[in-house]
């Protein structure tokens, strides 16, 4: 059995070391990434608000042009439930908070400095089919929260000694690979104030998916065809957790629809489901490309009050007289 440590330092980083091979190193530190971009930074130089999830796509593009305070005014009155008409310099109320309707990333910030005190350091787990969609989200929700972010599928491999290596570990020794996931999840479901971007192996067994009830699960449901373009024209790779990667789009789509197949009964067990078309919807894009980053942010955030509300009348009922 292939055993993971994970060791979290004094707020610094944590160590991995595999039975038999090297050990590795990685520095973590917390996602305070700048807002006008820089070195390794997920978040481009372009104003946030027209950020987009891809940077490049195959899919076909008739986006509406709208200027950004209207665009801006559309997402808040959206979230809001209203339906009146603002101009970019008024101010909306979200759960109390006064935010500026023109700047997406300060409702944001506001928003996740509102629900951090609820959450009491609970972790959040994204689930879903793997894409560069899910780490850019779970990036940004990390520094919204001032949470840690973690990639189950990279510490896997780091500990393996390479994406390589691990995609032959898998090939010859399943069991031992499906293993080493569970010791990863086993080690970041003990920690507090994470968001973790989980790969399909967290939701493809049960005890997997019992270590994910130690947080918020979240999915992040993105449409097949739309992570196979990318796939394809960028030439990304999968984690090694899902064997072969490259080939026509026909083929790439057939192999995104078998492990979504798979991990599908998973997907359905998280807490809450956050869809990409349906954030387009509810912000009345005609195209999907036009949802950004923190669109998909504020649904997410959207959706942990509700749970902790939740939770907090469930806590209520549950009290005696």
Same mark, same amino acid.
């Given at each position: 059995?292939?055993?993971?440590d994970?060791?979290?330092g004094?707020?610094?980083?944590l160590r991995?070391?595999?039975?038999g091979?090297?050990k ?9 990434y700048?807002?006008?971009? $820089?070195?390794?930074?997920?978040? #481009? ?24 305070s209207?665009?801006a ?8 439930n209203?339906?009146?008409?603002a101009?970019?310099? +008024?101010?909306?109320?979200?759960m109390?908070?006064?935010v ?17 005190p609820?959450?009491?350091g609970t972790?959040?787990?994204l ?6 969609i ?7 929700l990390?520094?919204?929260l ?5 990639? #189950?599928?990279?510490? +896997?491999?780091?500990?393996? $000694?390479?994406?390589?290596t691990?995609?032959?570990l898998?090939e010859?020794d ?18 507090g ?8 192996? !967290?939701?493809?067994? !049960? ?8 947080g ?10 739309? +992570?196979a ?16 990667? #490259?080939?026509?789009?026909?083929e ?7 492990v ?28 999907? +490309? ?6 998909? !942010? ?22 005696p007289?």
């Open positions: 059995m292939a055993m993971v994970i060791i979290q004094a707020g610094a980083g991995l070391g595999v039975c091979c090297r590795i190193e990685a520095v973590v530190s917390p996602f305070r700048k807002s006008g971009g $820089g070195r390794g930074s997920f978040i #481009s130089r372009r104003s946030s608000r027209c950020r987009r999830l891809q940077t490049h796509t195959a899919l076909p593009t008739s986006i509406l042009r709208l200027s950004s209207s665009i005014n559309r997402k808040a009155r959206a979230l809001l209203d339906d009146t008409t101009s970019s310099d +008024v101010e909306f109320k979200m109390g908070v006064a500026e309707a023109s700047d997406p990333s300060l409702i944001l910030k506001k928003m996740a400095a509102q629900i951090s609820e959450l009491k972790s959040v787990f689930v879903g089919i793997n894409s560069s899910k780490p850019n989200l779970g990036k940004l990390a520094e919204a001032r949470y840690y972010f973690f990639d #189950s599928d990279e510490l +896997v491999e780091e500990a393996a $000694g390479g994406k390589s691990a995609r032959l898998m010859r399943e069991k031992g690979f499906r293993e080493s996931e569970t010791e990863v999840l086993k080690q970041l479901s003990s920690m104030r994470l968001v973790v971007c989980a790969g399909n192996g !967290a939701v493809q067994s !049960a005890a997997n998916l019992a270590l994910l009830r130690h918020i699960s979240v999915w992040i449901d993105v449409p097949l065809d739309m +992570v373009r990318e796939i394809v024209q960028d030439n990304n790779q999968l984690p090694a957790s899902e064997s072969a990667t #490259s080939g026509s789009y026909p790439v789509f057939t192999q995104l629809t078998t979504y197949e798979k991990s599908q009964s998973g997907y359905t067990a998280a807490d809450s489901i956050v869809s990409l078309p349906k954030v387009a919807s509810k912000l009345g894009y005609e195209d999907l +490309v036009e949802v950004t980053v923190e669109d998909m !942010a504020l649904e997410v955030l959207n959706e942990l009050q509700r749970l902790t509300r939740v939770k907090k009348m469930m806590e209520a009922a549950a009290r007289f």
